[in-house]
Nanobody, 126 residues
Framework: VQLQASGGGLVQAGDSLRLSCAASGRTFSGASMGWFRQTPGKEREFVAALRWTSGTAYYSNSVKGRFAISRDNAKNTMYLQMNSLKPEDTAVYYC????????????????????WGQGTQVTVSS
């Protein structure tokens, strides 16, 4: 499975963006997919995860209430709707997929995921 992230860009504080993560190669059938972000000099940070079968979503405290993760099974694509963006949301955003068929409680750890997209830059100006 290959993951392709897209949708990043330069926006102003308070604006919205929607990121997409398209899976190709075969239909994604793992337990979960997630979004992480990273800024230079900092560790990769968990943003959100989606339990693939049930659609249950999990968020970091820093984005809860502003971001929404979703999926379109027919398109084999995951989304991250980002609203009320803040300058501190500026980062490269990566999508990831866990090929394990059983959902892991460690969904917020990057080591849980087997597939990674190439990243898309999100820049929020104040």
């Amino acid at each position: 499975v290959q993951l392709q992230a897209s949708g990043g860009g330069l926006v102003q504080a308070g604006d919205s963006l929607r990121l997409s993560c398209a899976a190709s190669g075969r239909t994604f059938s793992g337990a979960s997919m997630g979004w992480f972000r990273q800024t230079p000099g900092k560790e990769r940070e968990f943003v959100a995860a989606l339990r693939w079968t049930s659609g249950t979503a999990y968020y970091s405290n820093s984005v809860k209430g502003r971001f929404a993760i979703s999926r379109d099974n027919a398109k084999n694509t995951m989304y991250l709707q980002m609203n009320s963006l803040k300058p501190e949301d500026t980062a490269v955003y990566y999508c990831a997929g866990d090929r394990n068929p059983y959902f892991s409680a460690r969904y917020s750890l990057g080591s849980t995921y087997d597939y990674w997209g190439q990243g898309t830059q999100v820049t929020v100006s104040s």
